[in-house]
């Protein structure tokens, strides 16, 4: 398996600008992460989903953020609209229940840059 | 805040033992993981405990304690290679399975 796969890797947008990040989990994990990574506040989980299911937003910083998840193998964050404050690093991860999540496996990461 | 405590910064020399260690509170605790992460990197998975007691893995060991909601993860025979941030990660059964980090611990690793 190629792992999880985050796109675009890199993003520069303009303040005001709709941002949509990408996401395919490793093929049948059944928990999908959204992380988000800044200096200031360290690893902050956004959402999360199972089974495609979204089990816990409350990570979500305001209405500007939604994440879907339409299918077992892709997963979308969208910001809109975007502000400087959004720029950090947003980070996919997926596994697979084992007696609860164990080991998660990160994407690349997206590294967003809002101007 | 965070949930999760541990040190913010380590320094130590080749060779060297270090010693990371991690608090928890949050209710619903299932187990406690290990991630490193090198500077533009993902983090990635090092060690897991859901039993109190110690795993090794190769030079890295980590630790649990329930009864006094502590970990932490050991690294022995320090390399270069090894300067980091390191992150304790708790699962909590609370809310599914909810994966929640520490704030990190940057290690460096001086000749």
């Known amino acids: 398996d190629a792992g999880v796969i985050q796109s675009p890797r890199h993003e520069v947008t303009e303040m005001g600008q709709e941002v949509t990040l990408r996401c395919k989990p490793i093929?049948?994990?059944?928990?999908l992460f959204w992380y988000r990574q800044t200096m200031m506040r360290g690893l902050e989980l956004l959402i999360y989903?199972?089974?495609?299911?979204?089990?816990?937003d409350s990570g979500m910083p305001e209405d500007r953020f939604s994440a879907k998840m339409p299918n077992a193998s892709f997963s979308t964050l969208k910001i809109q609209p975007s502000e400087p404050r959004d720029s950090a690093v947003y980070f996919c991860?997926?596994?697979?229940?084992?007696?609860?999540?164990?080991?998660?496996?990160f994407g690349q990461g997206t590294r967003l840059t809002v101007v | 805040g965070q949930s999760l405590e541990q040190p913010s910064e380590v320094t130590a020399v080749e060779g060297a033992i270090v010693q990371i260690n991690c608090t928890y509170q949050?209710?619903?605790?299932?187990?406690l993981s290990w991630y490193q992460q090198h500077d533009g990197g993902a983090p990635t998975f090092l060690s897991y405990?859901?039993?109190?007691g110690l795993e090794e893995t190769g030079r890295f060991s980590s630790f649990l304690s329930r009864s006094d909601s502590y970990g932490y993860l050991l690294l022995q025979e320090l390399q270069m290679k090894d300067s980091a941030s390191y992150f304790c990660?708790?699962?909590?059964?609370?809310?599914?399975?909810?994966?929640?980090f520490g704030g990190g611990t940057r290690v460096l690793v001086k000749p």
């Open positions: 989903f199972n089974n495609n299911v979204p089990i816990d």
């Open positions: 949050t209710s619903g605790f299932y187990g």
């Open positions: 991860a997926s596994s697979t229940r084992q007696e609860g999540v164990t080991e998660a496996f």
């Open positions: 405990n859901g039993l109190d």
């Open positions: 093929s049948g994990h059944d928990y």
């Open positions: 990660a708790e699962t909590s059964k609370a809310a599914g399975n909810k994966l929640t």
